[in-house]
């Protein structure tokens, strides 16, 4: 039996595409001028093989123009150009995609830098346009051709009069609405600001004639409004150059440019990876927190850009929680997108990178600690805090790595020490490493518990912060020398000869510690005789896991 071809209603379908799979309406700029990069493109492949074809890169470049008076934007590009029957089929038909053909036709071998793939982008200029007109002249063709069309009624193709080769798309920006006004579209800065956001990195020159205001000359009060073509976009990204060319204030400059603080960057990692996933990207440890680190409105994530056009403002999955405060961004031309280009289709790539990032970021801050302990203290002060929720909350692989990330202050360094430095000096019999909890570093020098174990000599870590001890509890052991509480019950260093004395003083004051026992029941489950104070004449000590920092933070917790 012979099989139909399923019809479909293309007006409606056209209208539900436009309208549903983009978020924003800008976009179709990035759209419109991703198609005139690819059409500049397909020029230089031509030029690859075809001898006749010169590529002088200085004669290629895709201009913006807007008409404000008459609601018009338009996009030229010196691109391939479009032959009749090209514009019947790219432009005729929906998820139509002659960029994608060109690629397997001539077999590019390295053709990822073309864009489109879906065929549909395009008509995303219906979103903010009432009516679209191409016109095109194909290489090599004498007759050029316009396509025009509302975006309902179907297209029309005609010829038309065009000098050079290439394509110029005019749009009829749309009346303002009650729900949504359009006027932005044919204001330049904000169309400057739509092509800096997504195209910046187009390898193409993007111009637009841009007035500005400049001092009449010889006048020093009077203005004057001029205009020039300014060239918008950074063209080469900073992330494809080589690391050897870039200095660090080239790093600084793209940090502020791209605005990702307002602070200067403590480190930058500037990553280029070609193996099973290849990307590169430039990361940056800030040097502040910024104001809403530490609140819900902080949000993670790191910019994704496919080949160079932002797909992703703050892509939470390319960073682990742990280092939730890197800045920076990605490039990959591996990621299979969805059709908006929006999302992404499979994260399989996307945990690759991911996983990458999370061991360079690591390895990192393991040399910045190693060859910069400055820098490092500085940053650990900063985002310490983070890595410690991480060591508290991790149940993978990454605790081991971050242990080595921590620092506390120490009772004999008088500084921040890290737990390898801290197991490294322990004398030998030393069981423990110790710890004392406060909220300060003088409140815990002043407190009892902390004698016993300071005058064997021994090295204290103080813990003033709430996750301290919680993250503690978490790692269990460092180098297989458990952690102790210098409050907890058996600190492993009390002396033989001190049990029996302990025990004969225990019978002695018997009735007396049956007295305090009974004025402080609620309060206290035992009074004994101590074992480990030496000036103080009386401390608290708590049973089992929780020391009493602990239990007061559990206590403030609501239930
Ligand atoms: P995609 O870019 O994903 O292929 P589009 O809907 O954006 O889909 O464009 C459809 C096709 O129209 C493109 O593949 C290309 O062949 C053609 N096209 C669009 N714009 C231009 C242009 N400025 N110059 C040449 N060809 C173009
Ligand atoms: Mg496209």
């Not at 080589?242 to 791209?258: A, H, I, V």
């Not at 605790?399 to 004999?412: G, I, P």
């Not at 993250?471 to 180098?479: D, F, G, Q, T, V």
Request: one cysteine or more; proline letters at 2%; glycine letters at 4%.
């Amino acid at each position: 039996m012979a099989k139909k071809q399923f019809k479909a209603e293309s007006k409606r379908l056209l209208e539900m595409m436009i309208n549903s799979i983009y978020t924003q309406k800008e976009i179709f700029l990035r759209e419109l001028i991703s198609n005139a990069s690819d059409a500049i493109d397909k020029m230089y492949y031509k030029a690859l093989t075809d001898e006749s074809i010169v590529f002088d890169k200085d004669q290629y470049y895709i201009k913006v123009e807007t008409d404000k008076q008459n609601r018009k934007l338009t996009i030229t590009d010196t691109g391939i150009g479009m032959t009749k029957e090209e514009l019947e089929i790219n432009l005729g038909t929906i998820a139509k995609s002659g960029s994608l053909a060109f690629k397997s036709e001539n077999e590019l071998k390295d053709g990822h830098d073309i864009i489109g793939q879906f065929g549909v982008g395009f008509y995303s200029a219906f979103m903010v346009a009432d009516e679209v007109t191409v016109t095109s002249k194909a290489l090599g063709s004498h007759d050029a051709y316009k396509w025009q069309s509302d975006g309902t009624d179907g297209y029309t193709i005609e010829e038309a009069e065009k000098d050079t080769f290439g394509t110029t798309i005019e749009l009829t920006i749309k009346e303002n609405t009650e729900d949504e006004n359009y006027d932005e579209y044919v204001d330049s800065h904000r169309l400057r600001a739509i092509i800096k956001k997504y195209s910046d990195f187009i390898r193409y020159p993007i111009k637009m004639n841009v007035t500005e205001r400049k001092l009449k000359e010889g006048s020093d009060n009077e203005w004057e409004d001029y205009t020039e073509v300014q060239t918008i976009n950074s063209m080469v990204p900073i992330w494809r150059k080589n690391k050897s060319e870039l200095t660090t204030e080239d790093y600084e400059n793209f940090y502020k440019e791209k605005h990702y603080g307002f602070d200067k960057p403590l480190k930058h990692i500037h990553i280029s990876v070609d193996g099973a996933v290849r990307y590169n990207a430039i990361l940056y440890i800030p040097e502040n927190i910024p104001f809403d680190y530490y609140t819900k409105e902080y949000e993670k994530g790191l910019e994704l850009y496919s080949n160079g056009v932002l797909i992703m403002n703050k892509c939470s999955d390319l960073l682990p929680d742990h280092f939730s405060f890197v800045k920076g961004m990605v490039d990959s031309e591996d990621l299979s997108l969805n059709i908006s280009r929006e999302i992404l289709q499979h994260d399989r790539q996307l945990k690759l990178i991911a996983k990458n990032i999370n061991n360079k970021i690591k390895s990192q801050l393991q040399s910045l600690l190693k060859d910069e302990r400055e820098k490092y203290e500085q940053f650990f002060k900063a985002f310490g805090r983070q890595i410690k929720y991480g060591v508290y909350t991790d149940f993978g692989s990454n605790k081991e790595a971050l242990q080595d990330l921590l620092m506390f202050y120490s009772s004999t360094e008088k500084k921040m020490v890290t737990l390898a430095e801290y197991t490294a000096r322990m004398p030998e019999e030393q069981k423990y490493i110790y710890y004392a909890s406060g909220e300060s570093h003088e409140r815990i020098e002043k407190s009892p518990q902390l004698e016993l174990v300071t005058d064997k000599g021994y090295e204290v870590l103080y813990f003033t912060e709430d996750i301290d001890e919680f993250a503690i509890k978490m790692l269990i052991n460092y180098k297989e020398k458990e952690f102790k509480s210098v409050s907890s019950g058996d600190l492993g260093i009390e002396p033989d000869d001190q049990i029996e004395k302990t025990e004969s003083e225990e019978q002695e004051h018997h009735d007396l510690f049956e007295a305090m026992k009974k004025i402080l029941a609620d309060k206290v489950k035992d009074v004994r005789v101590s074992k480990r104070l030496r000036t103080h004449p009386v401390c608290l000590a708590t049973d089992g896991e929780v020391t009493i920092e602990m239990e007061k933070i559990l206590q403030a917790m609501p239930d």
